[in-house]
Structures are given as structure tokens and as C-alpha cells.
């Protein structure tokens, strides 16, 4: 049976958010409130609709602790001027209340947020540890605020209409609203490029994405001003490093806190047995699940070998598609994206199991340089020797860089073109890449090159060529597809995911590991910091992870999905060029070497559909 965690831990709510700007009050409690029932999974336990001046906070609640009425939203500042709704977990809300002496009524993580603000106005949201969107109404200036964290982990929309403005946790709510919606032809362009459209985007031209790290402030006529919460990002602007022991320990300790059953999604590699391992030396017995799918590599008992070495209680799961889940996939779906099925697939196995919260290694990869492609690294120099060769050479050498597991040949070649990549951002735009740039071109009349001048990646240069691929890795995948794809899905099951490992504190200590060196951390790292053999032998074994048998089900359950797509009135040929996609050899959909590519259609094509029944797109 689940057990609880230890009594006492922070109260937390994992949430959907709602709002609007409209001087109709009637008449923004009406849209709110159908905004709140679209989200009805993200928080199934609770929901409000509340005015604030002209202002409309909604907020619907899955409530994680304290589940009776003190923990219920909207949280207000004692002096009645701020009123808030947020969405996720402020990790360090007991420090807070410590440090700037705050008044609080409960113990909710939510209710530091419109105390902080009453001292620090705006600069509050740096002091905030966690993943969050929020909505502040300041009743006093008569302003909104909009914020989300500096990973971006939890999303936040808005869409300017008619009567003022709607925001939401969503898209596909507000797409129902203000006469319909248009695709975005960049946002398909990029999504056909690299898997899913970027964190900073919408897939629709009149619904904006509020991007990771930033505020939106919004006076009563709806206009729109956005600026960063932290100016170089969250890479650049941690404190002193006290080393990636201490920072990984913490941010599991706090992560921890919950008076719901948690479950840790064990797999066979570091990441999650790290969090297994800090667990255990906190004196923590967690519940560790493995879910597995036919098909697939199956993890089991690797990671009930984990569990027992560190003596948590272990779980295996069996999972697979059943009549209804690709159409509930594609309906929970809020960005078209060629990844995710895993992760719908383990939050539903996760909520049947009787778990609210689950605790994930996401993001290990990213702060210790886990993926093949972080082994490329060492070959800069050299490639630099290889731009004045002769093309067999590169293509010889092309074979030879293949046989390690770095990249594909095709993506090694290009890499070893006069042209290729030399630095750690373009390694990773290259390695991520699923239609190369001028076939996108053609499918779609789009440019879609990659931009490597952000301000927080020039901020973290002098780091070296390891802290680049870190922020390209972040902006290109983590933040554009695994945080998108993790929110979505699990808060579809009503399942809060925690992800210890997207801290800014685990980011900065492992990027001090390497500072001013060509060198990475590794999965090494992990084992060597926690001095913990266990993870480090784990470390030497082949990188594995969960998986779904893509390849068999695309000729199985999704195969319908690649034939809707083949029709010639389907809806991807309104963004996609057919002609183009036969000529490059896409059609007919086929799950042959190339599954990638055609699973990128024929996803792309049921995202299209699914919003053409439901959203008037």
C-alpha cells in the first residue's frame, strides 16, 4: 500500500490557473469559470472564481496537503492589497517566511507569495525556489502580473479578446474563446525541425506562451509589458556553490514534502537512483515504481535492485495502450510534440496505482551532460584539423565517430562539413534535429535556423564549452519538450510531477564542476559527489531509460493515425507541403528506419485534428 510521507512537510497544491481582464464582472466569472472546467484534471479537489477590482483569478486545486479549506486559493496579503493564484510549489516558502519574517496565516507554500510581494514588490519572484506560474493582482495600481519560473516547468498562456484579456495553465481552453484560432506556420516549422515548438511560443498566432523566466504586467486596458525574473538566467545567477553533494541533497529534501502518497519513478540508470540514495540518508522509505510496456527494454530489475540496496519498497507496473488512450493522448495534448507517449503512459500507471505525487529524473541528463552526444565535446579540436581535409577523410571519419554512439552517420557527416557545428550549441541543434532545416523550408515556406544569442547564454560562455551545450540542451529540449510533455501529461492523470533534478542550485554546482575546462561532469559525476559506489557502477553501465516500442506500435495501435494522416484532405496538408513531403521520400508514412520522421507527421496531423473538433481552429 502507498504510505504517506513523514507529517508536517510544506503544504502544497499542484493547480490550474485561470483569469481574466473584462470590466463585465458577470461575464469573466462565466469564461473563468469554463476555463476552470476545461482543467478539471490539473485540480480536481477544488475551484474558485474571484474578483479583484477588474480582475478575474481562477484557480482549480489538486490538493497535495492539507486538503480542507485553509489550503485553498486565492491566497491574499494581510493588508488586502494583493491578491494571488498559482500553480505549482514553492519549495522554499518555510526559509522565506524565516528570513523576511513574514506573517502567514497557514502553512501553505502559496501564501509566501502575496506576503513577499508586500515587502519586495516585483523582486520577490528571484527569491522563489520551485516551479510556479502565478497570477497577482495588485488592487492598489491596478496592474496584473503573470509570472513562471525560471525552467519554465509549469506553463502559462494568455489571449487578448474582445473584452479584455483571458489567461490560463492551458491552450486548448483558450482557444475556445474570441472567434477561433490561426497555426502558427513558425511554430509548425520548428515543431518539424526539432520535435516540439519552442518553450516561448504558442502553436496558435493568437494565444502567446509567457516564456520561462519572465513576468508579464498587465494594466486594466490589457496592455502587456515582459521582462525577465532573473536577467542572465537561472545558470548564471545562483549563489556560491556549496559543491553538487549539498545542492542535490537539498533539492531532494525539499522536493520530499508531501502528506499524499509519493511514488519515485525508479528506472535502471543514476538519475532516479540518485534521488533513491539522498532518500535513504534522509532517513526517507519511498515507494518506487517501474513501469514497463511489451515491447520495450524492460528496466524491472535493475531497478528492484535499487530499491532493495537502499531498502525503499518497489513496485513494478505494467502498462499499454487500452481502447481510448491515443484519443485521450491527443486530447491532453496542448503542443504538438513528437514525444510524451511514455510519460502518459507512466502517469496513468502512476495515478491507478493510488499516487498524487511522483518524483521523477528528469533533468539529469541536462546538469551532468548524461546524453552520447555530450561525448563530441572532446572531438572539438580536432574537428577544427578536419575542416582542411579532404571529404573521404571526414566521411572515414564520419563511420569511426558513429561507431560511438554519439550520433547517427548521417548527423556525424554534416557535422564533419566545413559548415558543421564547433561549438557546444550547434552539437546539440544538430543531434536534436528530427527534418533537417532545408527540407522544413520546403514543407513549409519557413526559415527555421537556430538563434544561440540569448542573454543568459551569454552570460554562462566563459564557463566553457560544456555550460553552452547545457543551455542548448535546456532551451532546445528540456524546456521545449520534456517540461511541456511532463506537465501535460501527468497533470492529464492528475498527477503532480516533481523533478529535483531542474533546480538552479544542481544546475550551477555540477557547471562549476568543469568551469574553464573542455571536459563534462558525466553520470560519473552523480556517484562521485554522493560517495556512493552503488552509483557509480550504475554510471559505468549503458544509459537506458523508459520506453514505449514506437516502431511495433506504429504498425499496430497508432497505425490508424499514419493512415488519417496519408488521406489527401488531412489536416497537416493545410501547414504541410504534400507534394514536397512525396518528393523527399515521407510518404507514404511508414515505421521504417526513418519512424522519427514519420511519426513527426502523423502526430502533428492528430494534434491538427483533435483541435479542428474541439477548438474551431
Request: charged share 20%; net charge neutral.
Amino acid at each position: 500500500m502507498p504510505h504517506a510521507s513523514q507529517p508536517g512537510q510544506a503544504k502544497l497544491a499542484m493547480c490550474g490557473i485561470a483569469g481574466a481582464i473584462d470590466a463585465i464582472a458577470e461575464r469573466a466569472a462565466g469564461q473563468v469559470s469554463m476555463l476552470n472546467d476545461e482543467q478539471r484534471s490539473r485540480g480536481p479537489d477544488h475551484s474558485v472564481v474571484a474578483r479583484v477590482g477588474g480582475f478575474t483569478l481562477g484557480n482549480t486545486r489538486l490538493a497535495i496537503q492539507e486538503p480542507g479549506p485553509a489550503g485553498n486559493q486565492p491566497f491574499v496579503s494581510f493588508d488586502g492589497r494583493y491578491h494571488c493564484v498559482f500553480n505549482g510549489e514553492i519549495y522554499n516558502h518555510r526559509r522565506l517566511v524565516e528570513r523576511y519574517g513574514l506573517a502567514v496565516r497557514t502553512t501553505c507554500d502559496g501564501e509566501v507569495i502575496p506576503q513577499l510581494w508586500a515587502k519586495l514588490g516585483l523582486a520577490s519572484l528571484a527569491e522563489l525556489r520551485g516551479m510556479f506560474a502565478i497570477a497577482l493582482v495588485d488592487s492598489l495600481e491596478e496592474r496584473l502580473y503573470l509570472a513562471r519560473d525560471p525552467f519554465g516547468i509549469k506553463p502559462l498562456h494568455w489571449r487578448i479578446v474582445p473584452e479584455g484579456l483571458l489567461f490560463a495553465s492551458e491552450i486548448r481552453p483558450l482557444a475556445r474563446f474570441g472567434g477561433g484560432t490561426r497555426i502558427d506556420p513558425e511554430a509548425i516549422a520548428r515543431y518539424l525541425h526539432l520535435g516540439a515548438v519552442s518553450a516561448d511560443r504558442s502553436p496558435f498566432l493568437e494565444i502567446a506562451a509567457l516564456p520561462p523566466n519572465s513576468v508579464a504586467v498587465f494594466d486594466r486596458a490589457s496592455q502587456v509589458t515582459v521582462q525577465p525574473i532573473l536577467p542572465d538566467g537561472p545558470l548564471a545567477t545562483a549563489g556560491a556553490s556549496t559543491g553538487l553533494r549539498a545542492a542535490l541533497t537539498d533539492s531532494v529534501e525539499l522536493h520530499l514534502g508531501a502528506d499524499v502518497p509519493t511514488a519515485l519513478l525508479l528506472s535502471a540508470g543514476v538519475d532516479s537512483a540518485a534521488i533513491a540514495a539522498v532518500g535513504r540518508r534522509l532517513g526517507r522509505d519511498l515507494d518506487c515504481i517501474t513501469v514497463s510496456t511489451a515491447g520495450a527494454a524492460d528496466e524491472s530489475a535493475e531497478a528492484a535492485e535499487t530499491a532493495r540496496h537502499y531498502g525503499h519498497r518497489f513496485r513494478q507496473i505494467p502498462a499499454a495502450l487500452k481502447d481510448g488512450d491515443v484519443a485521450a493522448f491527443f486530447g491532453a495534448m496542448q503542443r504538438p510534440s513528437i514525444d510524451g507517449l511514455n510519460t502518459y503512459l507512466v502517469s496513468k500507471a502512476v495515478h491507478e496505482a493510488g499516487f498524487k505525487v511522483a518524483l521523477s529524473g528528469l533533468g539529469g541528463d541536462e546538469v551532468v551532460g548524461g546524453y552520447s552526444h555530450f561525448r563530441l565535446l572532446r572531438h572539438l579540436p580536432g574537428l577544427r584539423v578536419l575542416d582542411r581535409m579532404p571529404s573521404p577523410v571526414n566521411g572515414a571519419a564520419a563511420r569511426v565517430l558513429a561507431l560511438t554512439g554519439a550520433a547517427t552517420e548521417s548527423k556525424l557527416r554534416r557535422l564533419l562539413a566545413a559548415d558543421g557545428p564547433r561549438e557546444g550549441w550547434g552539437l546539440s541543434y544538430l543531434q536534436r534535429e528530427v527534418l533537417p532545416e532545408p527540407l522544413v523550408t520546403a514543407l513549409t515556406g519557413i526559415a527555421c535556423g537556430q538563434s544561440a544569442d540569448s542573454p543568459g547564454l551569454q552570460a554562462i560562455r566563459w564557463r566553457g564549452p560544456f555550460s553552452v551545450m547545457v543551455a542548448a540542451e535546456i532551451d532546445i529540449y528540456l524546456q521545449a519538450m520534456l517540461l511541456p510533455d511532463a506537465d501535460c501529461f501527468s497533470m492529464a492523470s492528475s498527477v503532480e510531477l516533481r523533478v529535483p533534478f531542474v533546480d538552479r542550485d544542481v544546475f550551477v554546482a555540477s557547471l562549476e564542476l568543469v568551469t574553464g575546462t573542455s571536459k563534462w561532469p558525466g553520470k560519473e559525476a552523480i556517484g562521485l559527489a554522493l560517495d556512493d559506489s552503488y552509483l557509480s557502477a550504475l554510471a559505468a553501465r549503458p544509459k537506458r531509460g523508459f520506453s514505449v516500442p514506437m516502431r511495433r506500435w506504429m504498425s499496430g495501435p497508432l497505425a490508424p493515425l499514419l493512415r488519417a494522416a496519408e488521406e489527401p484532405d488531412a489536416a497537416i496538408w493545410s501547414v504541410v507541403d504534400r507534394g514536397v513531403a512525396e518528393r523527399a521520400g515521407l510518404m507514404p508514412l511508414r515505421p521504417d528506419d526513418r519512424w522519427s520522421e514519420t511519426w513527426a507527421l502523423a502526430a502533428l496531423n492528430a494534434w491538427l485534428s483533435q483541435g479542428s473538433r474541439g477548438d474551431r481552429c
